[in-house]
């Protein structure tokens, strides 16, 4: 993923594609027309808080939109605000996000909101350039968030815009770089309405997602995701969910109740105890 923010650099980006001005109206009629009929009702698109927007961002990396759901409201009843966020204690962040996968999000999201209290006074700053200093946040999460939660014109990518965009305006093109649709996107925002335009946007890419032929393959950055069964993130959750319901386990006692291969486990709890999930006291492990 890739953003890119509207300063003086974002003008001067190299235009291979130029839309005419009736080629950017039918485009974003259509965008919002969908939207209009078919728009998702979710709940961090009606309490527009800065901190719930965010969460939902930090949720909604490499996790889908069921999946967030599930877990959204249960996240931010344990952790309204930045401090309670700050304040969490390990065990009980790990056990909510529980089943969320990339366990990392959340101890990132909890520095972030440290951060955010002890620098900023508890607020999000708005600027995607102050958001990109906080832990944790790449460049498309500060500027979905500050258009998301700011309203703010700012230009960036995820795969949900890739796909609208190599779908409407690259339709026989493969190895497509962003660096080609960045411009288009950058053409046709909406800079009245940025929240309601890359609402919009999602919407229309998550609905050509289900019924055309993926069109990010066509992307010079589509990846496919290596299968969760029997991988490393299925170790790591394993390991933690053990840890978190229970207390302090040695390595054999981890292999036994997780069922997974003893060498793997052993190499993940060391790494997992580098990264400060998990802590070892004599040979037994616990959060």
Same mark, same amino acid.
């Given at each position: 993923?890739?953003?890119?923010?509207?300063?003086?650099?974002?003008?001067?980006?190299?235009?291979?594609?130029?839309?005419?001005?009736?080629?950017?109206?039918?485009?974003?009629?259509?965008?919002?027309?969908?939207?209009?009929?078919?728009?998702?009702?979710?709940?961090?698109?009606?309490?527009?808080?800065?901190?719930?927007?965010?969460?939902?961002?930090?949720?909604?990396?490499?996790?889908?939109?069921?999946?967030?759901?599930?877990?959204?409201?249960?996240?931010?009843?344990?952790?309204?605000?930045?401090?309670?966020?700050?304040?969490?204690?390990?065990?009980?962040? #790990?056990?909510?996000?529980?089943?969320?996968?990339?366990?990392?999000?959340?101890?990132?999201?909890?520095?972030?909101?440290?951060?955010?209290?002890?620098?900023?006074?508890?607020?999000?700053?708005?600027?995607?350039?102050? #958001?990109?200093?906080?832990?944790?946040?790449?460049?498309?999460?500060?500027?979905?968030?500050?258009?998301?939660?700011?309203?703010?014109?700012?230009?960036?990518?995820?795969? $949900?815009?890739?796909?609208?965009?190599?779908?409407?305006?690259?339709?026989?093109?493969? $190895?497509?770089?962003?660096?080609?649709?960045?411009?288009?996107?950058?053409?046709?925002?909406?800079?009245?309405?940025?929240?309601?335009?890359?609402?919009?946007?999602?919407?229309?890419?998550?609905?050509?997602?289900?019924?055309?032929?993926?069109?990010?393959?066509?992307?010079?950055?589509?990846?496919?995701?290596?299968?969760?069964?029997?991988?490393?993130?299925?170790? *790591?959750?394993?390991?933690?969910?053990?840890?978190?319901?229970?207390?302090?386990?040695?390595?054999?006692?981890?292999?036994?109740?997780?069922?997974?291969?003893?060498?793997?486990?052993?190499?993940?709890?060391?790494?997992?105890?580098?990264?400060?999930?998990? *802590?070892?006291?004599?040979?037994?492990?616990?959060?």
């Amino acid at each position: 993923m890739s953003a890119l923010f509207m300063d003086k650099k974002t003008t001067r980006i190299s235009i291979k594609k130029k839309l005419t001005p009736a080629q950017i109206r039918a485009f974003r009629k259509k965008v919002y027309a969908y939207y209009d009929r078919e728009g998702r009702d979710l709940p961090w698109r009606k309490n527009l808080k800065p901190y719930r927007v965010l969460v939902s961002e930090v949720m909604l990396q490499q996790t889908q939109v069921e999946r967030v759901l599930e877990k959204y409201r249960e996240f931010l009843a344990a952790f309204p605000d930045f401090s309670a966020l700050a304040r969490a204690p390990l065990t009980k962040l #790990l056990l909510i996000w529980q089943g969320m996968g990339y366990n990392r999000r959340a101890l990132a999201l909890r520095a972030l909101a440290q951060k955010v209290v002890d620098d900023h006074r508890g607020r999000l700053p708005s600027e995607p350039e102050k #958001l990109l200093a906080l832990p944790g946040i790449g460049k498309y999460t500060a500027g979905a968030v500050a258009a998301f939660a700011f309203n703010k014109p700012v230009v960036f990518m995820d795969t $949900n815009i890739r796909r609208v965009y190599l779908y409407e305006f690259l339709p026989d093109r493969d $190895n497509v770089h962003d660096d080609e649709l960045t411009p288009l996107v950058l053409q046709t925002l909406d800079t009245g309405n940025p929240r309601k335009w890359y609402n919009a946007l999602m919407d229309y890419g998550t609905m050509l997602k289900r019924e055309q032929i993926n069109p990010n393959r066509r992307s010079f950055h589509y990846t496919r995701q290596s299968p969760f069964d029997n991988s490393n993130r299925q170790v *790591r959750g394993r390991i933690l969910k053990i840890l978190v319901a229970g207390p302090p386990h040695t390595p054999a006692q981890i292999v036994k109740r997780s069922g997974m291969d003893a060498e793997r486990v052993k190499k993940n709890l060391v790494q997992l105890e580098k990264e400060g999930f998990i *802590r070892k006291k004599g040979r037994r492990y616990f959060i």
